[in-house]
Protein backbone atom coordinates (compact mmCIF):
# COMPACT_ATOMS: atom_id res chain seq x y z
CA UNK A 1 0.00 0.00 0.00
CA UNK A 2 1.51 3.31 -0.79
CA UNK A 3 2.65 5.17 2.11
CA UNK A 4 -0.20 7.51 3.69
CA UNK A 5 -2.68 6.13 1.53
CA UNK A 6 -5.68 4.29 3.48
CA UNK A 7 -8.88 3.37 1.55
CA UNK A 8 -12.14 3.98 4.74
CA UNK A 9 -14.00 0.41 4.59
CA UNK A 10 -17.16 2.08 4.63
CA UNK A 11 -15.96 3.99 1.19
CA UNK A 12 -14.60 0.58 -0.06
CA UNK A 13 -18.02 -1.06 0.50
CA UNK A 14 -19.81 1.80 -0.84
CA UNK A 15 -17.33 1.49 -4.34
CA UNK A 16 -18.69 -1.78 -4.55
CA UNK A 17 -22.13 -1.27 -4.03
CA UNK A 18 -21.77 1.34 -6.85
CA UNK A 19 -20.17 -1.17 -9.46
CA UNK A 20 -23.04 -4.16 -8.12
CA UNK A 21 -25.30 -1.26 -8.72
CA UNK A 22 -24.16 0.15 -12.11
CA UNK A 23 -23.84 -3.80 -13.63
CA UNK A 24 -27.73 -4.39 -12.68
CA UNK A 25 -28.37 -0.66 -14.35
CA UNK A 26 -27.02 -1.85 -17.44
CA UNK A 27 -28.01 -5.57 -17.52
CA UNK A 28 -31.63 -4.58 -16.51
CA UNK A 29 -34.42 -3.75 -18.59
CA UNK A 30 -37.45 -1.38 -17.27
CA UNK A 31 -40.21 -2.02 -19.43
CA UNK A 32 -43.06 0.23 -19.79
CA UNK A 33 -45.92 -2.39 -17.89
CA UNK A 34 -43.38 -1.79 -14.70
CA UNK A 35 -44.30 1.32 -14.43
CA UNK A 36 -47.37 1.25 -12.25
CA UNK A 37 -48.90 2.96 -9.14
CA UNK A 38 -47.32 0.27 -7.08
CA UNK A 39 -43.92 0.80 -7.94
CA UNK A 40 -44.08 4.67 -8.20
CA UNK A 41 -45.45 4.59 -4.17
CA UNK A 42 -42.31 1.95 -3.51
CA UNK A 43 -39.92 4.17 -5.16
CA UNK A 44 -40.90 7.67 -3.59
CA UNK A 45 -40.95 5.75 -0.45
CA UNK A 46 -37.31 4.49 -0.74
CA UNK A 47 -36.30 8.04 -1.81
CA UNK A 48 -38.40 9.38 1.51
CA UNK A 49 -36.74 6.85 3.42
CA UNK A 50 -33.00 8.00 2.74
CA UNK A 51 -33.92 11.16 3.99
CA UNK A 52 -34.79 10.31 7.22
CA UNK A 53 -31.94 8.23 8.45
CA UNK A 54 -31.33 6.98 12.02
CA UNK A 55 -27.65 6.69 14.27
CA UNK A 56 -27.97 4.92 16.90
CA UNK A 57 -25.40 3.36 19.30
CA UNK A 58 -22.58 4.96 16.48
CA UNK A 59 -24.85 3.37 13.55
CA UNK A 60 -26.67 4.69 10.46
CA UNK A 61 -29.76 2.53 9.48
CA UNK A 62 -32.64 3.69 7.13
CA UNK A 63 -35.19 1.37 8.14
CA UNK A 64 -37.98 3.93 6.03
CA UNK A 65 -35.73 2.93 3.22
CA UNK A 66 -35.22 -1.04 3.86
CA UNK A 67 -38.76 -1.85 4.11
CA UNK A 68 -40.29 -0.35 1.03
CA UNK A 69 -37.38 -1.41 -0.79
CA UNK A 70 -37.85 -5.31 0.37
CA UNK A 71 -41.30 -4.96 -0.54
CA UNK A 72 -40.61 -3.71 -4.25
CA UNK A 73 -38.20 -6.58 -4.40
CA UNK A 74 -40.36 -9.09 -3.13
CA UNK A 75 -43.86 -8.66 -4.40
CA UNK A 76 -44.74 -9.15 -8.23
CA UNK A 77 -44.68 -6.44 -11.11
CA UNK A 78 -45.59 -8.12 -13.77
CA UNK A 79 -49.03 -7.71 -13.81
CA UNK A 80 -49.70 -11.21 -14.90
CA UNK A 81 -47.00 -11.38 -17.46
CA UNK A 82 -43.47 -12.25 -16.95
CA UNK A 83 -41.66 -10.90 -13.88
CA UNK A 84 -38.86 -8.89 -14.33
CA UNK A 85 -34.96 -9.60 -13.85
CA UNK A 86 -33.20 -9.90 -10.77
CA UNK A 87 -30.81 -7.14 -12.40
CA UNK A 88 -34.23 -5.43 -13.40
CA UNK A 89 -35.43 -4.99 -9.54
CA UNK A 90 -31.88 -4.42 -8.42
CA UNK A 91 -31.38 -1.37 -10.71
CA UNK A 92 -34.34 0.22 -9.99
CA UNK A 93 -33.41 -0.09 -5.91
CA UNK A 94 -29.88 1.29 -6.28
CA UNK A 95 -31.12 4.31 -8.57
CA UNK A 96 -33.49 5.28 -6.07
CA UNK A 97 -31.55 4.62 -2.93
CA UNK A 98 -28.84 6.46 -5.31
CA UNK A 99 -30.97 9.76 -6.10
CA UNK A 100 -32.21 9.70 -2.38
CA UNK A 101 -28.89 9.93 -1.16
CA UNK A 102 -27.74 12.34 -3.45
CA UNK A 103 -30.67 14.51 -2.50
CA UNK A 104 -30.26 14.29 1.24
CA UNK A 105 -25.93 15.58 0.61
CA UNK A 106 -27.46 18.13 -1.43
CA UNK A 107 -29.77 19.30 1.19
CA UNK A 108 -26.25 19.31 3.44
CA UNK A 109 -27.33 16.21 5.37
CA UNK A 110 -24.78 13.88 5.95
CA UNK A 111 -24.61 10.56 4.33
CA UNK A 112 -22.85 7.65 5.28
CA UNK A 113 -21.37 5.72 2.29
CA UNK A 114 -20.76 2.55 4.63
CA UNK A 115 -24.30 2.40 5.44
CA UNK A 116 -25.80 3.05 2.27
CA UNK A 117 -23.26 0.34 0.80
CA UNK A 118 -24.35 -2.18 3.30
CA UNK A 119 -28.16 -1.65 2.62
CA UNK A 120 -28.19 -1.95 -1.25
CA UNK A 121 -25.78 -4.67 -0.90
CA UNK A 122 -28.64 -6.72 1.73
CA UNK A 123 -30.88 -5.30 -0.40
CA UNK A 124 -29.06 -6.99 -3.81
CA UNK A 125 -28.35 -10.36 -1.73
CA UNK A 126 -32.55 -10.15 -0.98
CA UNK A 127 -33.22 -9.54 -4.84
CA UNK A 128 -31.01 -12.36 -5.91
CA UNK A 129 -32.51 -14.96 -3.30
CA UNK A 130 -36.08 -13.40 -4.59
CA UNK A 131 -35.66 -13.27 -8.30
CA UNK A 132 -32.03 -15.52 -8.86
CA UNK A 133 -33.49 -18.93 -6.87
CA UNK A 134 -35.66 -21.32 -8.82
CA UNK A 135 -38.58 -23.14 -7.24
CA UNK A 136 -40.37 -25.71 -9.25
CA UNK A 137 -39.64 -24.07 -12.54
CA UNK A 138 -40.13 -20.24 -11.38
CA UNK A 139 -37.88 -17.60 -8.74
CA UNK A 140 -39.34 -17.33 -5.37
CA UNK A 141 -41.30 -14.74 -6.29
CA UNK A 142 -43.60 -16.74 -8.89
CA UNK A 143 -43.22 -19.62 -6.47
CA UNK A 144 -44.67 -17.92 -3.20
CA UNK A 145 -47.75 -16.08 -5.67
CA UNK A 146 -48.74 -19.46 -7.38
CA UNK A 147 -52.16 -20.70 -6.75
CA UNK A 148 -50.65 -23.92 -6.15
CA UNK A 149 -48.87 -23.03 -3.28
CA UNK A 150 -49.72 -22.28 0.28
CA UNK A 151 -50.26 -18.50 1.10
CA UNK A 152 -48.30 -19.49 4.72
CA UNK A 153 -45.80 -21.08 2.51
CA UNK A 154 -45.26 -18.26 0.13
CA UNK A 155 -44.69 -15.44 2.51
CA UNK A 156 -42.36 -17.42 4.89
CA UNK A 157 -40.57 -18.26 1.44
CA UNK A 158 -40.71 -14.21 1.02
CA UNK A 159 -39.35 -13.71 4.82
CA UNK A 160 -36.44 -15.63 4.45
CA UNK A 161 -35.34 -14.07 1.48
CA UNK A 162 -35.82 -10.13 3.49
CA UNK A 163 -33.92 -12.24 6.25
CA UNK A 164 -31.24 -13.17 4.16
CA UNK A 165 -30.84 -9.69 3.10
CA UNK A 166 -31.02 -8.32 6.06
CA UNK A 167 -28.84 -10.40 8.05
CA UNK A 168 -26.19 -9.78 5.64
CA UNK A 169 -26.46 -5.98 5.69
CA UNK A 170 -26.45 -5.77 9.76
CA UNK A 171 -23.15 -8.23 9.11
CA UNK A 172 -21.08 -5.82 6.16
CA UNK A 173 -21.88 -2.71 8.90
CA UNK A 174 -21.22 -4.77 11.89
CA UNK A 175 -17.64 -5.33 9.91
CA UNK A 176 -17.53 -1.86 8.91
CA UNK A 177 -17.05 -0.58 11.99
CA UNK A 178 -14.82 -2.83 13.44
CA UNK A 179 -12.49 -2.19 10.74
CA UNK A 180 -12.98 1.52 11.44
CA UNK A 181 -11.66 0.62 14.83
CA UNK A 182 -14.77 0.75 16.91
CA UNK A 183 -14.85 -1.88 20.26
CA UNK A 184 -16.16 -5.11 19.57
CA UNK A 185 -18.46 -4.24 23.11
CA UNK A 186 -20.05 -1.22 20.64
CA UNK A 187 -20.83 -3.25 17.99
CA UNK A 188 -22.32 -6.52 19.55
CA UNK A 189 -24.00 -3.61 22.14
CA UNK A 190 -25.62 -2.47 19.08
CA UNK A 191 -26.79 -5.12 17.63
CA UNK A 192 -28.77 -6.78 20.72
CA UNK A 193 -29.98 -3.20 21.74
CA UNK A 194 -32.95 -1.43 20.20
CA UNK A 195 -30.95 -1.73 16.51
CA UNK A 196 -32.06 -5.21 16.35
CA UNK A 197 -35.68 -4.36 17.25
CA UNK A 198 -35.91 -1.97 14.61
CA UNK A 199 -34.21 -3.36 11.62
CA UNK A 200 -36.42 -6.60 12.39
CA UNK A 201 -39.00 -4.71 12.26
CA UNK A 202 -38.07 -3.35 9.09
CA UNK A 203 -37.48 -7.06 7.54
CA UNK A 204 -40.74 -8.22 8.38
CA UNK A 205 -42.46 -5.36 7.02
CA UNK A 206 -40.91 -6.16 3.90
CA UNK A 207 -42.58 -9.38 3.04
CA UNK A 208 -45.89 -7.94 4.67
CA UNK A 209 -46.20 -5.21 1.88
CA UNK A 210 -45.53 -7.66 -1.15
CA UNK A 211 -48.50 -9.58 0.10
CA UNK A 212 -50.80 -6.44 1.03
CA UNK A 213 -50.37 -5.36 -2.65
CA UNK A 214 -51.90 -7.92 -4.37
CA UNK A 215 -55.03 -6.99 -2.47
CA UNK A 216 -54.56 -3.31 -1.56
CA UNK A 217 -52.16 -2.32 -4.70
CA UNK A 218 -50.20 1.13 -3.96
CA UNK A 219 -52.36 1.63 -0.61
CA UNK A 220 -49.84 -1.63 0.56
CA UNK A 221 -46.84 1.01 1.10
CA UNK A 222 -48.09 3.93 3.16
CA UNK A 223 -50.30 1.37 5.54
CA UNK A 224 -48.04 -0.86 5.94
CA UNK A 225 -45.18 1.03 6.41
CA UNK A 226 -46.94 2.85 9.35
CA UNK A 227 -45.83 0.77 11.91
CA UNK A 228 -41.87 0.90 11.09
CA UNK A 229 -42.72 4.74 10.90
CA UNK A 230 -43.88 4.25 14.35
CA UNK A 231 -41.47 2.22 15.44
CA UNK A 232 -38.42 4.61 13.92
CA UNK A 233 -40.27 7.65 16.06
CA UNK A 234 -40.01 5.46 19.23
CA UNK A 235 -36.34 4.26 18.54
CA UNK A 236 -35.10 7.44 17.80
CA UNK A 237 -36.33 9.07 20.92
CA UNK A 238 -34.50 6.05 23.38
CA UNK A 239 -31.23 6.58 21.47
CA UNK A 240 -31.84 10.46 22.02
CA UNK A 241 -31.98 9.17 25.49
CA UNK A 242 -29.13 6.98 25.52
CA UNK A 243 -26.88 9.34 23.66
CA UNK A 244 -27.35 11.92 26.19
CA UNK A 245 -26.67 9.28 29.29
CA UNK A 246 -23.58 8.13 27.22
CA UNK A 247 -22.21 12.00 27.09
CA UNK A 248 -22.90 12.38 30.41
CA UNK A 249 -21.01 9.13 31.79
CA UNK A 250 -17.86 10.16 29.45
CA UNK A 251 -18.20 13.76 31.11
CA UNK A 252 -18.41 12.47 34.58
CA UNK A 253 -15.63 10.09 33.69
CA UNK A 254 -12.94 12.86 32.74
CA UNK A 255 -13.88 15.12 36.19
CA UNK A 256 -10.83 13.40 37.87
CA UNK A 257 -8.60 13.69 35.21
CA UNK A 258 -9.96 17.59 34.91
CA UNK A 259 -9.40 18.04 38.41
CA UNK A 260 -5.61 16.80 38.24
CA UNK A 261 -6.22 13.29 40.77
CA UNK A 262 -5.60 11.31 37.83
CA UNK A 263 -2.98 10.89 34.90
CA UNK A 264 -3.85 12.12 31.70
CA UNK A 265 -5.65 9.10 29.39
CA UNK A 266 -5.24 6.85 32.29
CA UNK A 267 -9.58 6.70 32.41
CA UNK A 268 -9.47 6.24 28.24
CA UNK A 269 -6.31 3.20 28.40
CA UNK A 270 -8.17 1.18 31.60
CA UNK A 271 -11.77 1.60 29.20
CA UNK A 272 -9.55 -0.03 26.82
CA UNK A 273 -7.81 -2.78 27.90
CA UNK A 274 -10.48 -4.25 30.37
CA UNK A 275 -13.06 -4.30 27.30
CA UNK A 276 -10.09 -6.69 25.67
CA UNK A 277 -9.60 -8.75 28.80
CA UNK A 278 -13.58 -8.69 28.95
CA UNK A 279 -13.26 -10.28 25.06
CA UNK A 280 -10.73 -12.90 26.21
CA UNK A 281 -12.98 -13.79 28.75
CA UNK A 282 -15.70 -14.61 26.59
CA UNK A 283 -17.99 -11.97 27.70
CA UNK A 284 -21.47 -11.44 26.41
CA UNK A 285 -22.46 -7.71 25.19
CA UNK A 286 -24.19 -7.02 28.47
CA UNK A 287 -21.03 -8.45 30.28
CA UNK A 288 -18.73 -6.21 28.06
CA UNK A 289 -21.21 -3.06 28.64
CA UNK A 290 -21.08 -3.32 32.11
CA UNK A 291 -17.23 -3.83 31.91
CA UNK A 292 -16.98 -0.72 29.94
CA UNK A 293 -19.20 1.83 32.31
CA UNK A 294 -17.22 0.49 35.32
CA UNK A 295 -14.18 1.39 33.81
CA UNK A 296 -15.34 4.79 32.78
CA UNK A 297 -16.59 5.54 36.58
CA UNK A 298 -13.59 3.42 38.25
CA UNK A 299 -11.99 6.55 39.56
CA UNK A 300 -14.87 8.75 40.41
CA UNK A 301 -13.84 7.88 43.94
CA UNK A 302 -10.92 9.77 44.04
CA UNK A 303 -13.21 13.18 44.01
CA UNK A 304 -13.98 12.53 47.87
CA UNK A 305 -10.54 11.90 49.00
CA UNK A 306 -9.42 14.34 51.87
CA UNK A 307 -5.94 13.73 50.64
CA UNK A 308 -4.77 13.20 46.94
CA UNK A 309 -3.28 10.22 45.85
CA UNK A 310 0.23 10.09 44.50
CA UNK A 311 0.31 10.51 40.49
CA UNK A 312 -3.72 9.49 40.99
CA UNK A 313 -2.47 5.80 41.18
CA UNK A 314 -5.02 3.72 43.48
CA UNK A 315 -2.75 0.44 44.19
CA UNK A 316 -0.85 2.95 46.15
CA UNK A 317 -4.34 3.52 48.28
CA UNK A 318 -4.93 2.13 51.74
CA UNK A 319 -7.40 0.09 52.69
CA UNK A 320 -8.73 3.79 54.34
CA UNK A 321 -8.69 5.25 51.49
CA UNK A 322 -10.24 2.54 49.54
CA UNK A 323 -13.41 2.68 51.68
CA UNK A 324 -13.63 6.43 51.23
CA UNK A 325 -13.25 6.25 47.50
CA UNK A 326 -16.34 3.22 47.80
CA UNK A 327 -18.49 5.56 49.84
CA UNK A 328 -17.52 8.52 47.57
CA UNK A 329 -18.71 6.75 44.15
CA UNK A 330 -21.93 5.37 45.37
CA UNK A 331 -22.68 8.71 46.40
CA UNK A 332 -21.77 10.21 43.33
CA UNK A 333 -23.23 7.30 40.98
CA UNK A 334 -26.51 6.81 43.07
CA UNK A 335 -27.34 10.53 42.22
CA UNK A 336 -28.02 9.76 38.33
CA UNK A 337 -31.01 6.80 38.51
CA UNK A 338 -29.65 5.78 34.77
CA UNK A 339 -25.97 5.23 36.36
CA UNK A 340 -27.75 4.06 39.53
CA UNK A 341 -26.71 -0.05 39.13
CA UNK A 342 -23.36 0.42 38.28
CA UNK A 343 -22.89 1.91 41.86
CA UNK A 344 -21.48 -0.95 43.29
CA UNK A 345 -19.59 -1.73 40.72
CA UNK A 346 -17.38 0.96 40.96
CA UNK A 347 -17.04 0.76 44.61
CA UNK A 348 -15.90 -3.09 44.49
CA UNK A 349 -12.75 -1.98 42.05
CA UNK A 350 -10.82 -1.14 45.08
CA UNK A 351 -11.74 -4.87 46.99
CA UNK A 352 -8.79 -7.08 47.15
CA UNK A 353 -9.75 -10.71 45.52
CA UNK A 354 -8.47 -12.14 49.24
CA UNK A 355 -12.17 -11.12 49.97
CA UNK A 356 -13.78 -13.56 48.06
CA UNK A 357 -11.45 -16.52 48.36
CA UNK A 358 -11.23 -15.65 52.27
CA UNK A 359 -14.44 -14.83 53.23
CA UNK A 360 -17.10 -15.45 50.29
CA UNK A 361 -17.74 -11.77 49.80
CA UNK A 362 -19.13 -11.48 46.48
CA UNK A 363 -16.79 -9.79 44.10
CA UNK A 364 -18.93 -8.31 40.45
CA UNK A 365 -16.52 -9.57 37.50
CA UNK A 366 -16.76 -6.56 36.05
CA UNK A 367 -15.15 -5.14 39.21
CA UNK A 368 -12.12 -7.65 39.28
CA UNK A 369 -11.80 -7.16 35.65
CA UNK A 370 -11.64 -3.26 36.15
CA UNK A 371 -9.23 -3.99 39.11
CA UNK A 372 -6.66 -5.69 37.25
CA UNK A 373 -6.93 -3.11 34.10
CA UNK A 374 -6.16 0.00 35.95
CA UNK A 375 -3.53 -1.91 38.47
CA UNK A 376 -1.21 -2.34 34.83
CA UNK A 377 -2.12 1.43 33.73
CA UNK A 378 -1.14 2.46 37.35
CA UNK A 379 2.38 0.82 37.23
CA UNK A 380 2.77 1.01 33.70
CA UNK A 381 2.24 4.40 33.71
CA UNK A 382 0.71 4.60 30.17
CA UNK A 383 4.11 3.16 28.67
CA UNK A 384 4.00 0.43 26.16
CA UNK A 385 7.36 -0.10 25.88
CA UNK A 386 8.24 -4.25 27.02
CA UNK A 387 10.48 -3.56 30.17
CA UNK A 388 7.14 -1.28 31.72
CA UNK A 389 5.17 -4.27 30.71
CA UNK A 390 7.41 -7.12 32.08
CA UNK A 391 7.55 -4.86 35.45
CA UNK A 392 3.72 -4.44 35.40
CA UNK A 393 3.06 -8.15 34.75
CA UNK A 394 5.43 -9.28 38.08
CA UNK A 395 3.77 -7.00 39.91
CA UNK A 396 0.06 -8.57 39.25
CA UNK A 397 1.97 -11.84 39.81
CA UNK A 398 3.00 -10.98 43.09
CA UNK A 399 -0.46 -10.25 43.98
CA UNK A 400 -2.28 -12.96 42.29
CA UNK A 401 -5.40 -14.73 44.82
CA UNK A 402 -4.37 -11.55 46.85
CA UNK A 403 -5.43 -8.36 45.16
CA UNK A 404 -6.61 -9.93 42.11
CA UNK A 405 -8.23 -12.77 40.18
CA UNK A 406 -5.87 -15.30 38.33
CA UNK A 407 -8.63 -16.13 35.95
CA UNK A 408 -8.47 -12.37 35.01
CA UNK A 409 -4.61 -12.09 34.78
CA UNK A 410 -4.71 -14.85 32.77
CA UNK A 411 -6.94 -13.07 30.22
CA UNK A 412 -4.56 -10.00 30.09
CA UNK A 413 -1.71 -12.34 29.43
CA UNK A 414 -3.64 -13.93 27.13
CA UNK A 415 -4.45 -10.47 25.43
CA UNK A 416 -1.39 -8.83 25.46
CA UNK A 417 -0.06 -11.41 23.23
CA UNK A 418 -2.42 -10.41 20.52
Known amino acids: MIAGLRVRPGLALFIVAVLIGSVAALRGEIRPSMITPLTLAAVIAIFIGEQLPMRISGRVIAPLTTAPALGLILMPLSGGGQEPSAPTVMAVVWLSILLGGLVARLSGRSVVEGSLGSRFIGMAVACVCARGVTIDGSDLVGWAFSP ?36 LTHVLDAEVGPLAGISAAAITTGPLLAVASRIVDWAAIPLFTIPVLLSYVTVRRVATIRHSVDESLVAMSRLPEVAGLTRVGHVRRVVELACVIGQQMNLDPQGLHDVERTALLHDIGQLGLTEPLRGGATIYASAAQDEEMALAARKIIAGASKLAPFAPLVAHVGTPFRRAREFGEHIPLPSRIVRVANAWDDITEGARSPRAGAVALERL ?17 RALEL
Open 397 to 413: HLGLGYDYDPEVVSALE
Open 148 to 183: DVHPALGAMGLLAAAAAGGLVERVLDSLVGLAAGRH
